[in-house]
Protein backbone atom coordinates (compact mmCIF):
# COMPACT_ATOMS: atom_id res chain seq x y z
CA UNK A 1 0.00 0.00 0.00
CA UNK A 2 1.55 3.85 -0.71
CA UNK A 3 2.00 5.80 1.84
CA UNK A 4 0.64 8.75 -0.25
CA UNK A 5 -2.89 9.36 0.27
CA UNK A 6 -6.40 11.75 -0.08
CA UNK A 7 -7.02 13.42 3.88
CA UNK A 8 -10.76 12.99 4.39
CA UNK A 9 -12.24 16.53 3.38
CA UNK A 10 -13.72 17.44 6.80
CA UNK A 11 -9.56 17.57 7.70
CA UNK A 12 -8.69 19.35 4.74
CA UNK A 13 -11.67 21.70 5.09
CA UNK A 14 -9.95 21.97 8.64
CA UNK A 15 -6.21 22.71 7.27
CA UNK A 16 -7.97 24.86 4.35
CA UNK A 17 -9.60 27.14 6.94
CA UNK A 18 -6.16 27.87 8.72
CA UNK A 19 -5.70 30.38 5.49
CA UNK A 20 -9.20 32.00 6.17
CA UNK A 21 -9.66 32.21 9.42
CA UNK A 22 -6.98 33.02 11.55
CA UNK A 23 -8.39 34.57 14.59
CA UNK A 24 -11.89 36.41 15.65
CA UNK A 25 -11.09 39.37 13.76
CA UNK A 26 -10.65 37.27 10.57
CA UNK A 27 -14.59 35.93 11.16
CA UNK A 28 -15.90 39.35 11.48
CA UNK A 29 -13.94 40.47 8.35
CA UNK A 30 -15.41 38.20 6.21
CA UNK A 31 -18.60 37.64 7.74
CA UNK A 32 -19.58 41.79 7.43
CA UNK A 33 -17.84 41.82 3.78
CA UNK A 34 -20.32 39.19 3.07
CA UNK A 35 -23.16 41.52 4.30
CA UNK A 36 -21.72 44.58 2.02
CA UNK A 37 -21.92 42.49 -0.60
CA UNK A 38 -25.78 41.60 0.21
CA UNK A 39 -26.57 45.33 -0.30
CA UNK A 40 -26.84 46.19 3.37
CA UNK A 41 -27.36 49.46 4.52
CA UNK A 42 -26.91 48.36 8.18
CA UNK A 43 -24.64 45.82 9.82
CA UNK A 44 -24.77 45.27 13.33
CA UNK A 45 -21.82 42.99 15.03
CA UNK A 46 -21.43 41.76 18.62
CA UNK A 47 -18.84 40.10 20.41
CA UNK A 48 -18.63 38.34 23.53
CA UNK A 49 -15.13 37.28 24.90
CA UNK A 50 -12.86 38.77 22.04
CA UNK A 51 -14.83 36.65 19.83
CA UNK A 52 -13.93 33.48 20.91
CA UNK A 53 -17.23 32.36 22.69
CA UNK A 54 -19.72 34.31 20.27
CA UNK A 55 -20.13 36.58 17.39
CA UNK A 56 -23.20 37.76 15.71
CA UNK A 57 -23.65 39.79 12.65
CA UNK A 58 -26.82 40.80 11.39
CA UNK A 59 -27.51 42.63 8.05
CA UNK A 60 -30.52 43.78 6.13
CA UNK A 61 -29.09 42.67 3.07
CA UNK A 62 -30.98 40.83 0.17
CA UNK A 63 -31.12 36.90 1.95
CA UNK A 64 -30.97 33.77 0.73
CA UNK A 65 -33.29 31.08 -0.18
CA UNK A 66 -33.23 28.08 1.80
CA UNK A 67 -31.44 26.31 -1.27
CA UNK A 68 -28.79 29.31 -1.79
CA UNK A 69 -28.34 29.11 2.12
CA UNK A 70 -27.33 25.55 2.45
CA UNK A 71 -25.25 25.83 -0.60
CA UNK A 72 -23.43 28.68 0.76
CA UNK A 73 -21.76 26.66 3.10
CA UNK A 74 -19.71 24.33 0.37
CA UNK A 75 -16.40 25.55 -0.18
CA UNK A 76 -15.77 27.42 -3.52
CA UNK A 77 -19.39 28.13 -3.48
CA UNK A 78 -20.08 31.79 -4.18
CA UNK A 79 -22.60 34.30 -5.67
CA UNK A 80 -19.79 36.49 -7.05
CA UNK A 81 -18.06 34.83 -10.00
CA UNK A 82 -18.92 32.59 -12.50
CA UNK A 83 -16.06 31.79 -15.07
CA UNK A 84 -12.25 32.78 -15.55
CA UNK A 85 -13.33 36.46 -16.91
CA UNK A 86 -14.49 37.80 -13.49
CA UNK A 87 -10.93 37.30 -11.98
CA UNK A 88 -9.94 39.98 -14.24
CA UNK A 89 -12.09 42.72 -12.94
CA UNK A 90 -13.30 41.81 -9.15
CA UNK A 91 -15.95 44.52 -7.84
CA UNK A 92 -17.07 42.30 -5.01
CA UNK A 93 -15.03 42.37 -1.67
CA UNK A 94 -15.39 38.05 -1.17
CA UNK A 95 -15.16 35.77 -4.31
CA UNK A 96 -13.41 32.98 -3.11
CA UNK A 97 -16.37 31.37 -1.79
CA UNK A 98 -14.34 30.10 1.12
CA UNK A 99 -15.31 31.80 4.05
CA UNK A 100 -18.66 30.39 5.38
CA UNK A 101 -16.74 27.25 4.93
CA UNK A 102 -13.97 27.66 6.45
CA UNK A 103 -15.58 29.05 9.45
CA UNK A 104 -18.30 26.42 9.81
CA UNK A 105 -15.15 23.74 9.65
CA UNK A 106 -14.30 25.30 13.18
CA UNK A 107 -17.29 26.44 14.73
CA UNK A 108 -20.50 26.37 15.80
CA UNK A 109 -22.60 28.12 13.36
CA UNK A 110 -26.12 29.11 13.47
CA UNK A 111 -27.97 30.84 10.40
CA UNK A 112 -31.05 32.96 9.96
CA UNK A 113 -32.16 34.09 6.57
CA UNK A 114 -34.88 35.83 4.96
CA UNK A 115 -34.77 36.73 1.07
CA UNK A 116 -36.25 39.74 0.31
CA UNK A 117 -40.17 39.28 -1.09
CA UNK A 118 -40.24 36.18 0.84
CA UNK A 119 -42.88 35.43 3.51
CA UNK A 120 -40.62 33.19 5.54
CA UNK A 121 -37.29 32.78 6.00
CA UNK A 122 -34.86 29.48 7.20
CA UNK A 123 -33.04 28.84 9.97
CA UNK A 124 -29.81 26.71 9.54
CA UNK A 125 -27.21 24.77 12.25
CA UNK A 126 -24.03 23.49 11.46
CA UNK A 127 -20.96 21.84 14.24
CA UNK A 128 -17.66 21.37 12.58
CA UNK A 129 -18.70 22.23 8.77
CA UNK A 130 -21.82 19.81 9.15
CA UNK A 131 -25.27 20.48 8.85
CA UNK A 132 -27.30 19.46 11.40
CA UNK A 133 -30.53 21.20 11.34
CA UNK A 134 -32.82 23.13 8.65
CA UNK A 135 -36.07 24.41 9.77
CA UNK A 136 -38.28 27.34 8.62
CA UNK A 137 -38.10 30.26 10.70
CA UNK A 138 -39.57 34.02 11.23
CA UNK A 139 -37.21 36.48 10.72
CA UNK A 140 -36.69 39.95 8.81
CA UNK A 141 -35.57 40.35 5.24
CA UNK A 142 -31.62 39.64 5.48
CA UNK A 143 -29.29 37.32 7.22
CA UNK A 144 -28.01 37.09 10.87
CA UNK A 145 -25.10 34.52 11.60
CA UNK A 146 -23.73 33.83 14.87
CA UNK A 147 -20.54 31.56 15.55
CA UNK A 148 -19.94 29.96 18.64
CA UNK A 149 -16.92 28.27 20.30
CA UNK A 150 -14.47 28.75 17.58
CA UNK A 151 -11.66 26.22 17.45
CA UNK A 152 -13.17 24.13 19.80
CA UNK A 153 -12.08 21.13 17.33
CA UNK A 154 -8.82 22.51 16.29
CA UNK A 155 -6.73 22.19 19.70
CA UNK A 156 -3.52 22.86 17.87
CA UNK A 157 -4.84 26.32 16.76
CA UNK A 158 -7.00 27.38 19.73
CA UNK A 159 -3.82 27.27 22.16
CA UNK A 160 -2.36 29.80 19.85
CA UNK A 161 -5.11 32.54 20.76
CA UNK A 162 -4.08 35.52 22.55
CA UNK A 163 -5.60 36.97 25.58
CA UNK A 164 -9.64 37.35 25.09
CA UNK A 165 -9.18 41.15 25.53
CA UNK A 166 -6.38 41.00 22.79
CA UNK A 167 -8.66 39.12 20.63
CA UNK A 168 -11.22 41.42 21.12
CA UNK A 169 -8.72 44.58 20.17
CA UNK A 170 -8.49 42.78 17.32
CA UNK A 171 -12.15 42.26 16.53
CA UNK A 172 -11.93 46.10 17.00
CA UNK A 173 -8.99 46.80 14.75
CA UNK A 174 -11.11 44.98 11.50
CA UNK A 175 -14.50 46.67 12.51
CA UNK A 176 -12.80 50.13 11.91
CA UNK A 177 -11.72 49.76 8.61
CA UNK A 178 -14.75 47.95 7.79
CA UNK A 179 -16.99 51.16 8.97
CA UNK A 180 -14.48 53.22 7.62
CA UNK A 181 -14.34 51.77 3.66
CA UNK A 182 -18.06 51.99 3.05
CA UNK A 183 -19.52 55.45 4.92
CA UNK A 184 -22.32 54.61 3.32
CA UNK A 185 -23.71 51.55 5.46
CA UNK A 186 -24.14 52.34 9.08
CA UNK A 187 -22.05 49.98 11.11
CA UNK A 188 -22.71 48.83 14.93
CA UNK A 189 -20.61 47.36 17.22
CA UNK A 190 -21.38 45.86 20.56
CA UNK A 191 -18.18 44.10 22.56
CA UNK A 192 -19.32 42.59 26.32
CA UNK A 193 -22.73 43.90 26.24
CA UNK A 194 -21.33 47.15 25.59
CA UNK A 195 -21.79 49.46 22.18
CA UNK A 196 -18.34 50.75 21.02
CA UNK A 197 -19.00 52.36 17.93
CA UNK A 198 -21.67 53.67 15.54
CA UNK A 199 -21.91 55.14 12.25
CA UNK A 200 -24.75 57.11 10.29
CA UNK A 201 -24.16 55.33 7.24
CA UNK A 202 -24.84 58.60 5.96
CA UNK A 203 -21.87 58.17 3.02
CA UNK A 204 -20.13 61.21 3.77
CA UNK A 205 -16.67 59.96 4.70
CA UNK A 206 -15.90 62.23 7.47
CA UNK A 207 -18.84 61.72 9.45
CA UNK A 208 -17.54 57.85 9.20
CA UNK A 209 -14.31 58.93 10.24
CA UNK A 210 -15.03 61.69 13.40
CA UNK A 211 -17.29 58.70 14.44
CA UNK A 212 -15.02 55.92 14.74
CA UNK A 213 -12.37 58.59 15.80
CA UNK A 214 -13.78 60.94 17.41
CA UNK A 215 -13.31 64.91 17.82
CA UNK A 216 -9.66 65.05 19.03
CA UNK A 217 -8.42 63.01 15.72
CA UNK A 218 -10.39 64.18 13.35
CA UNK A 219 -9.52 68.10 14.17
CA UNK A 220 -6.10 66.95 13.05
CA UNK A 221 -6.82 65.92 9.66
CA UNK A 222 -6.63 67.98 6.57
CA UNK A 223 -8.56 67.18 3.44
CA UNK A 224 -6.97 65.81 0.59
CA UNK A 225 -7.33 64.89 -2.73
CA UNK A 226 -5.88 64.14 -6.02
CA UNK A 227 -6.38 62.39 -9.52
CA UNK A 228 -3.58 60.96 -12.16
CA UNK A 229 -3.73 58.81 -14.75
CA UNK A 230 -7.18 57.43 -14.23
CA UNK A 231 -6.53 56.83 -10.07
CA UNK A 232 -8.54 58.88 -8.29
CA UNK A 233 -7.32 59.42 -4.20
CA UNK A 234 -9.76 61.10 -1.66
CA UNK A 235 -9.76 61.13 2.11
CA UNK A 236 -7.60 62.80 5.25
CA UNK A 237 -4.44 63.13 6.18
CA UNK A 238 -2.78 64.15 9.28
CA UNK A 239 -1.55 67.65 9.86
CA UNK A 240 2.62 67.44 11.15
CA UNK A 241 1.33 68.40 14.39
CA UNK A 242 -1.12 65.26 14.57
CA UNK A 243 1.59 63.07 13.47
CA UNK A 244 1.25 59.65 15.21
CA UNK A 245 4.48 57.08 16.98
CA UNK A 246 3.61 54.45 14.38
CA UNK A 247 1.44 53.99 11.37
CA UNK A 248 -1.27 52.21 13.36
CA UNK A 249 -3.50 54.99 12.12
CA UNK A 250 -2.79 54.56 8.43
CA UNK A 251 -5.87 53.51 6.54
CA UNK A 252 -5.58 53.39 2.53
CA UNK A 253 -9.09 51.71 1.10
CA UNK A 254 -8.66 50.79 -2.75
CA UNK A 255 -11.72 50.32 -4.33
CA UNK A 256 -13.33 50.00 -0.88
CA UNK A 257 -11.51 47.43 0.72
CA UNK A 258 -9.13 47.96 3.47
CA UNK A 259 -5.39 47.20 2.15
CA UNK A 260 -1.68 46.95 3.23
CA UNK A 261 0.54 47.95 0.40
CA UNK A 262 3.98 49.21 1.01
CA UNK A 263 3.29 51.67 -2.18
CA UNK A 264 1.33 53.48 -0.77
CA UNK A 265 2.49 53.75 2.90
CA UNK A 266 5.68 55.37 0.71
CA UNK A 267 4.15 57.80 -1.12
CA UNK A 268 2.19 59.01 2.15
CA UNK A 269 5.20 59.08 4.06
CA UNK A 270 7.65 60.86 1.08
CA UNK A 271 5.07 63.71 0.91
CA UNK A 272 5.96 64.30 4.55
CA UNK A 273 9.65 63.93 4.10
CA UNK A 274 10.21 67.05 5.41
CA UNK A 275 7.07 68.02 7.86
CA UNK A 276 8.25 65.21 10.06
CA UNK A 277 10.46 64.92 12.93
CA UNK A 278 12.35 61.51 13.27
CA UNK A 279 9.89 58.52 14.24
CA UNK A 280 6.78 60.47 13.35
CA UNK A 281 4.39 58.96 11.21
CA UNK A 282 1.23 60.45 9.11
CA UNK A 283 -2.04 59.38 9.84
CA UNK A 284 -4.45 58.69 7.01
CA UNK A 285 -7.62 57.77 5.70
CA UNK A 286 -7.47 57.64 1.57
CA UNK A 287 -10.06 55.79 -0.57
CA UNK A 288 -8.47 55.00 -3.69
CA UNK A 289 -10.79 54.12 -6.88
CA UNK A 290 -8.47 52.31 -9.95
CA UNK A 291 -10.38 50.36 -12.85
CA UNK A 292 -11.34 47.44 -11.36
CA UNK A 293 -8.89 45.39 -14.40
CA UNK A 294 -6.09 47.42 -13.20
CA UNK A 295 -5.93 46.01 -9.71
CA UNK A 296 -5.39 42.41 -8.44
CA UNK A 297 -6.66 41.78 -5.12
CA UNK A 298 -6.61 37.50 -5.63
CA UNK A 299 -3.04 37.62 -3.67
CA UNK A 300 -3.35 35.68 -0.48
CA UNK A 301 -6.48 34.37 0.57
CA UNK A 302 -7.23 37.11 3.50
CA UNK A 303 -7.58 39.67 0.62
CA UNK A 304 -5.89 42.46 2.74
CA UNK A 305 -2.52 43.05 -0.26
CA UNK A 306 -3.12 43.95 -3.66
CA UNK A 307 -1.03 44.61 -6.56
CA UNK A 308 -0.88 47.47 -8.95
CA UNK A 309 -0.85 47.49 -12.70
CA UNK A 310 0.16 51.06 -13.13
CA UNK A 311 2.03 51.47 -9.71
CA UNK A 312 3.75 54.64 -11.33
CA UNK A 313 -0.16 56.21 -11.10
CA UNK A 314 -1.19 55.23 -7.88
CA UNK A 315 1.82 56.44 -6.01
CA UNK A 316 2.08 59.80 -7.74
CA UNK A 317 -1.63 60.19 -6.77
CA UNK A 318 -1.04 59.50 -3.64
CA UNK A 319 1.95 61.93 -3.08
CA UNK A 320 0.28 64.92 -4.55
CA UNK A 321 -2.80 63.97 -2.51
CA UNK A 322 -1.03 64.68 0.47
CA UNK A 323 1.27 66.97 -0.61
CA UNK A 324 -1.58 69.41 -1.96
CA UNK A 325 -2.98 69.04 1.83
CA UNK A 326 0.32 70.17 3.34
CA UNK A 327 0.48 73.08 0.76
CA UNK A 328 -2.99 74.07 1.81
CA UNK A 329 -2.04 74.12 5.04
CA UNK A 330 0.78 76.11 4.89
CA UNK A 331 -1.12 78.68 3.11
CA UNK A 332 1.31 78.26 -0.32
CA UNK A 333 -1.25 76.71 -2.69
CA UNK A 334 -5.00 75.40 -2.61
CA UNK A 335 -4.80 72.66 -4.49
CA UNK A 336 -1.67 70.80 -6.31
CA UNK A 337 -2.35 69.26 -9.52
CA UNK A 338 -0.13 66.09 -10.31
CA UNK A 339 -1.82 65.20 -13.70
CA UNK A 340 -0.26 67.87 -15.99
CA UNK A 341 1.80 70.88 -15.92
CA UNK A 342 0.09 74.54 -16.89
CA UNK A 343 0.61 75.16 -20.59
CA UNK A 344 2.07 79.19 -21.67
CA UNK A 345 -1.51 79.95 -22.17
CA UNK A 346 -2.89 78.64 -18.44
CA UNK A 347 0.49 80.32 -17.06
CA UNK A 348 -0.12 83.88 -18.82
CA UNK A 349 -3.72 84.13 -17.53
CA UNK A 350 -5.22 86.63 -15.18
CA UNK A 351 -4.90 85.37 -11.37
CA UNK A 352 -8.85 85.83 -10.18
CA UNK A 353 -9.30 88.31 -7.60
CA UNK A 354 -9.48 87.47 -3.98
CA UNK A 355 -12.20 87.46 -2.10
CA UNK A 356 -11.23 90.25 1.13
CA UNK A 357 -12.61 87.47 3.91
CA UNK A 358 -11.17 90.17 6.23
CA UNK A 359 -13.40 91.08 9.37
CA UNK A 360 -14.40 94.81 9.29
CA UNK A 361 -14.13 96.31 12.52
CA UNK A 362 -15.64 99.30 14.12
CA UNK A 363 -13.46 102.66 12.81
CA UNK A 364 -13.51 105.28 15.65
CA UNK A 365 -11.53 108.67 15.91
CA UNK A 366 -9.66 109.62 18.49
CA UNK A 367 -11.82 111.75 19.92
CA UNK A 368 -14.40 109.22 19.79
CA UNK A 369 -12.64 106.67 21.15
CA UNK A 370 -11.58 109.17 24.07
CA UNK A 371 -15.03 109.71 24.83
CA UNK A 372 -15.52 106.12 24.54
CA UNK A 373 -13.18 105.25 27.12
CA UNK A 374 -14.30 107.69 29.55
CA UNK A 375 -12.17 110.48 32.01
CA UNK A 376 -9.53 107.27 33.02
CA UNK A 377 -7.75 107.33 29.99
CA UNK A 378 -4.41 109.80 30.12
CA UNK A 379 -1.02 110.10 30.32
CA UNK A 380 -0.31 110.03 34.17
CA UNK A 381 2.01 107.45 33.83
CA UNK A 382 4.28 109.42 31.03
CA UNK A 383 7.29 111.30 32.30
CA UNK A 384 6.43 114.99 32.74
CA UNK A 385 8.49 115.91 29.59
CA UNK A 386 6.61 113.55 27.36
CA UNK A 387 2.98 115.21 28.78
CA UNK A 388 4.44 117.61 27.78
CA UNK A 389 3.07 118.56 23.80
CA UNK A 390 1.31 115.45 23.72
CA UNK A 391 -2.22 117.53 22.84
CA UNK A 392 -0.06 118.85 19.92
CA UNK A 393 -0.62 115.34 18.09
CA UNK A 394 -3.69 115.25 16.14
CA UNK A 395 -2.60 112.84 12.79
CA UNK A 396 -5.86 112.65 10.37
CA UNK A 397 -7.17 109.44 11.94
CA UNK A 398 -9.80 109.41 8.79
CA UNK A 399 -6.75 108.87 6.42
CA UNK A 400 -4.88 106.89 8.38
CA UNK A 401 -7.36 103.88 9.30
CA UNK A 402 -10.09 104.66 6.34
CA UNK A 403 -13.63 105.58 6.09
CA UNK A 404 -15.59 107.03 9.36
CA UNK A 405 -17.97 104.72 10.61
CA UNK A 406 -21.01 105.02 8.32
CA UNK A 407 -18.94 105.16 5.25
CA UNK A 408 -20.35 102.92 2.24
CA UNK A 409 -18.52 100.28 2.58
CA UNK A 410 -19.50 98.93 -1.44
CA UNK A 411 -17.45 102.49 -2.05
CA UNK A 412 -14.35 101.98 0.30
CA UNK A 413 -14.11 98.42 -1.28
CA UNK A 414 -13.78 99.37 -4.80
CA UNK A 415 -11.01 102.33 -4.63
CA UNK A 416 -7.79 102.41 -4.75
CA UNK A 417 -5.95 102.15 -0.99
CA UNK A 418 -4.45 105.39 0.00
CA UNK A 419 -1.13 104.96 1.61
CA UNK A 420 -1.47 107.81 4.36
CA UNK A 421 1.58 110.65 4.13
CA UNK A 422 2.46 110.70 7.83
CA UNK A 423 4.84 113.80 7.00
CA UNK A 424 3.46 116.46 8.83
CA UNK A 425 1.74 114.09 11.27
CA UNK A 426 4.22 114.54 14.08
CA UNK A 427 5.22 118.38 13.54
CA UNK A 428 3.70 119.23 16.83
CA UNK A 429 5.60 116.48 18.97
CA UNK A 430 7.67 118.55 21.65
CA UNK A 431 10.78 116.36 22.42
CA UNK A 432 12.96 116.95 25.77
CA UNK A 433 16.27 118.50 25.17
CA UNK A 434 17.76 115.54 26.58
CA UNK A 435 16.53 113.06 24.00
CA UNK A 436 17.51 115.61 21.12
CA UNK A 437 17.56 113.26 17.65
CA UNK A 438 21.32 114.61 16.77
CA UNK A 439 23.26 111.70 14.95
CA UNK A 440 25.70 109.71 18.00
CA UNK A 441 28.16 107.52 17.82
CA UNK A 442 27.41 104.03 17.54
CA UNK A 443 27.77 102.10 20.73
CA UNK A 444 30.27 98.82 20.16
CA UNK A 445 28.53 96.07 21.28
CA UNK A 446 29.06 94.73 24.85
CA UNK A 447 31.51 91.56 24.95
CA UNK A 448 29.99 88.49 24.10
CA UNK A 449 31.23 85.79 26.91
CA UNK A 450 31.73 82.40 26.07
CA UNK A 451 30.24 79.73 28.64
CA UNK A 452 33.20 77.83 30.65
CA UNK A 453 32.29 74.40 29.42
CA UNK A 454 35.92 73.02 31.70
CA UNK A 455 33.64 72.76 34.54
CA UNK A 456 35.78 69.70 35.63
CA UNK A 457 39.40 70.37 37.25
CA UNK A 458 41.92 68.25 36.30
CA UNK A 459 40.33 66.63 33.56
CA UNK A 460 42.47 65.45 30.57
CA UNK A 461 40.11 66.40 27.98
CA UNK A 462 38.77 69.93 27.27
CA UNK A 463 35.19 70.49 25.68
CA UNK A 464 35.38 72.68 22.68
CA UNK A 465 31.76 73.21 21.98
CA UNK A 466 29.38 71.84 20.12
CA UNK A 467 28.48 72.13 16.66
CA UNK A 468 24.97 72.03 15.16
CA UNK A 469 23.63 71.65 18.43
CA UNK A 470 24.05 67.87 18.61
CA UNK A 471 27.31 66.79 18.66
CA UNK A 472 30.02 67.69 21.71
CA UNK A 473 33.84 68.33 20.35
CA UNK A 474 36.15 67.26 23.19
CA UNK A 475 39.77 67.13 22.60
CA UNK A 476 42.29 64.55 24.24
CA UNK A 477 45.69 64.10 23.98
CA UNK A 478 45.94 64.18 19.98
CA UNK A 479 43.03 63.21 19.26
CA UNK A 480 39.37 65.10 18.50
CA UNK A 481 36.21 63.26 19.97
CA UNK A 482 32.97 64.21 18.62
CA UNK A 483 29.84 63.02 20.76
CA UNK A 484 26.11 62.60 19.97
CA UNK A 485 24.84 63.75 22.72
CA UNK A 486 21.70 62.26 22.44
CA UNK A 487 22.72 59.13 22.17
CA UNK A 488 25.24 59.34 24.55
CA UNK A 489 22.56 61.03 27.44
CA UNK A 490 19.84 58.07 26.22
CA UNK A 491 22.35 55.38 27.41
CA UNK A 492 23.25 57.16 30.57
CA UNK A 493 19.45 57.63 31.52
CA UNK A 494 18.80 53.73 30.01
CA UNK A 495 21.05 52.40 32.55
CA UNK A 496 20.43 54.66 35.39
CA UNK A 497 16.88 53.12 34.84
CA UNK A 498 17.58 49.41 33.94
CA UNK A 499 19.99 49.29 37.07
CA UNK A 500 18.05 50.88 39.79
CA UNK A 501 16.30 49.05 42.74
CA UNK A 502 12.92 51.46 42.59
CA UNK A 503 10.79 53.35 40.05
CA UNK A 504 11.81 56.35 38.97
CA UNK A 505 10.84 59.95 40.28
CA UNK A 506 7.87 60.71 38.55
CA UNK A 507 5.00 63.39 38.36
CA UNK A 508 1.39 63.03 38.94
CA UNK A 509 -0.41 65.27 36.10
CA UNK A 510 -2.87 67.95 37.75
CA UNK A 511 -5.25 66.92 34.55
CA UNK A 512 -4.42 63.36 33.39
CA UNK A 513 -3.81 63.14 29.60
CA UNK A 514 -6.58 60.52 27.82
CA UNK A 515 -4.64 58.91 25.10
CA UNK A 516 -6.24 57.49 22.37
CA UNK A 517 -4.83 54.61 20.80
CA UNK A 518 -5.69 51.72 18.29
CA UNK A 519 -7.39 49.19 20.15
CA UNK A 520 -5.21 46.43 19.69
CA UNK A 521 -2.03 48.46 21.29
CA UNK A 522 -4.21 49.96 23.95
CA UNK A 523 -4.66 46.51 25.13
CA UNK A 524 -0.67 45.62 24.92
CA UNK A 525 0.14 48.59 26.98
CA UNK A 526 -2.37 47.49 29.46
CA UNK A 527 -1.28 43.90 29.76
CA UNK A 528 2.13 45.45 30.37
CA UNK A 529 1.46 48.20 33.15
CA UNK A 530 3.80 46.50 35.47
CA UNK A 531 6.38 47.26 32.93
CA UNK A 532 4.98 50.92 32.46
CA UNK A 533 4.75 51.69 36.31
CA UNK A 534 8.87 50.72 36.33
CA UNK A 535 9.69 53.14 33.92
CA UNK A 536 7.80 56.00 36.21
CA UNK A 537 4.34 55.73 34.51
CA UNK A 538 0.70 55.80 35.51
CA UNK A 539 -1.60 54.80 33.27
CA UNK A 540 -5.49 52.83 33.63
CA UNK A 541 -7.88 52.11 31.16
CA UNK A 542 -9.93 54.76 29.99
CA UNK A 543 -12.32 52.39 27.27
CA UNK A 544 -12.92 52.67 23.44
CA UNK A 545 -9.32 52.11 23.29
CA UNK A 546 -8.23 55.17 24.99
CA UNK A 547 -5.47 55.14 28.16
CA UNK A 548 -5.36 57.48 30.72
CA UNK A 549 -2.39 58.82 31.95
CA UNK A 550 -2.19 59.82 35.58
CA UNK A 551 1.52 60.24 35.75
CA UNK A 552 5.10 60.66 33.80
CA UNK A 553 8.28 59.56 34.33
CA UNK A 554 10.31 62.94 35.71
CA UNK A 555 12.07 65.25 32.95
CA UNK A 556 9.00 64.33 30.38
CA UNK A 557 6.24 66.89 29.86
CA UNK A 558 2.83 66.90 29.80
CA UNK A 559 2.34 67.46 25.75
CA UNK A 560 4.96 64.67 25.36
CA UNK A 561 2.01 62.11 26.94
CA UNK A 562 0.66 61.68 23.39
CA UNK A 563 3.79 60.35 21.53
CA UNK A 564 5.16 58.54 24.38
CA UNK A 565 2.54 56.57 24.96
CA UNK A 566 2.55 55.47 21.13
CA UNK A 567 5.90 55.03 21.07
CA UNK A 568 5.49 52.83 24.22
CA UNK A 569 2.97 50.34 22.41
CA UNK A 570 5.44 50.22 19.24
CA UNK A 571 8.06 49.64 21.77
CA UNK A 572 6.53 46.65 23.53
CA UNK A 573 5.54 44.74 20.04
CA UNK A 574 9.58 45.36 18.96
CA UNK A 575 10.62 44.11 22.33
CA UNK A 576 8.31 40.68 20.91
CA UNK A 577 10.21 40.64 17.60
CA UNK A 578 13.44 38.69 16.96
CA UNK A 579 16.41 40.86 17.40
CA UNK A 580 14.51 43.12 19.82
CA UNK A 581 15.76 44.27 23.76
CA UNK A 582 12.64 42.37 25.25
CA UNK A 583 9.37 44.49 26.14
CA UNK A 584 10.78 45.91 29.23
CA UNK A 585 14.06 47.07 28.18
CA UNK A 586 12.19 48.50 24.72
CA UNK A 587 10.03 50.54 27.21
CA UNK A 588 12.76 51.95 29.25
CA UNK A 589 14.72 53.04 26.34
CA UNK A 590 11.92 54.59 24.82
CA UNK A 591 11.68 56.43 28.08
CA UNK A 592 15.18 57.28 28.55
CA UNK A 593 14.96 58.49 25.31
CA UNK A 594 11.99 60.84 25.29
CA UNK A 595 14.21 62.08 29.07
CA UNK A 596 17.68 63.17 26.77
CA UNK A 597 18.72 65.91 25.77
CA UNK A 598 17.81 66.47 22.47
CA UNK A 599 19.26 66.94 19.33
CA UNK A 600 19.07 70.20 17.63
CA UNK A 601 18.32 71.79 20.17
CA UNK A 602 20.37 74.47 22.82
CA UNK A 603 22.26 72.70 25.55
CA UNK A 604 23.12 74.39 28.80
CA UNK A 605 27.10 73.42 28.80
CA UNK A 606 26.72 72.01 32.43
CA UNK A 607 24.31 69.48 30.84
CA UNK A 608 27.45 68.24 28.33
CA UNK A 609 30.18 67.92 31.17
CA UNK A 610 28.61 64.85 32.82
CA UNK A 611 27.89 63.44 29.68
CA UNK A 612 31.26 63.94 27.73
CA UNK A 613 32.97 62.40 31.04
CA UNK A 614 30.92 59.22 30.86
CA UNK A 615 32.12 58.59 27.01
CA UNK A 616 35.46 60.15 27.96
CA UNK A 617 35.88 57.39 30.55
CA UNK A 618 34.50 54.12 28.23
CA UNK A 619 31.45 53.88 30.71
CA UNK A 620 29.44 54.89 27.20
CA UNK A 621 29.63 53.86 23.99
CA UNK A 622 26.27 52.46 22.67
CA UNK A 623 22.82 53.69 22.75
CA UNK A 624 20.31 51.01 23.91
CA UNK A 625 20.21 49.83 20.43
CA UNK A 626 23.92 49.53 19.80
CA UNK A 627 24.72 52.40 17.77
CA UNK A 628 28.10 54.13 18.56
CA UNK A 629 27.83 57.38 20.75
CA UNK A 630 31.31 58.75 19.71
CA UNK A 631 33.86 59.32 16.56
CA UNK A 632 37.58 59.81 17.27
CA UNK A 633 39.59 61.54 14.97
CA UNK A 634 43.68 61.55 15.37
CA UNK A 635 45.11 64.67 14.75
CA UNK A 636 47.39 62.86 12.21
CA UNK A 637 44.64 62.57 10.65
CA UNK A 638 44.13 66.01 10.33
CA UNK A 639 46.98 66.37 9.61
CA UNK A 640 46.98 64.25 6.36
CA UNK A 641 43.76 65.63 5.30
CA UNK A 642 44.93 68.86 5.17
CA UNK A 643 48.60 67.58 3.58
CA UNK A 644 50.62 68.58 6.44
CA UNK A 645 52.44 64.90 6.49
Known sequence: MGRIHRLPPHLADMIAAGEVVERPGSVVKELVENSIDAGSSSVTIEIQRGGMSYIRVTDDGYGMSEEDAKTAFLRHATSKLTDERGLESIK???FRGEALAAIAAVSNVDMLTRERGSAQGVSLSLSGGELTEVLPAGCPEGTTIIVRDLFFNTPARLKFMKKDSAEG?????AVIKLALSHPGISVRY???????????????AA??????????????????EASAEGVDVKGFVSAPAAARGNR????????GRSVKSALLTSALEQAYKNSLFTNRSPA???YIKVKYSAVDVNVHPAKTEVKFLYERAVFDAVYSAALAALAAEKGQSAKVSPVLPETGEQRQSTAPVQKDDKPHFLRLTADEYKQSMGANLTLRDAPAEYRTGSQNITPDTQAVFGAKKGADKADVSTKEPRVPDYTNYYTGIQLPEDHSPEIREKAAPPERKQPDLNLTAGADYKIIGECFDSYIIVQRADEIIFIDKHAAHERINFDR???QASAPMSQELISPAAVKLDGEDAELLLENIGILEEAGLGVEDFGSGSILVRSLPQGIGYDEAQALIEELAEAIKLGGRPGGLGSRDEVLATVACKASVKAGWKTDPKELVPIVKAVVSGKVKYCPHGRPVSLAMPRSRLDRT???T
Do not use: M
Open 169 to 173: ANVTS
Open 207 to 224: SAVYAVFGREFFSGLLTA
Open 642 to 644: FKR
Open 497 to 499: LKN
Open 92 to 94: SLG
Open 248 to 255: SAQYFFVN
Open 190 to 204: IKDGREELSTPGDGD
Open 284 to 286: CVL
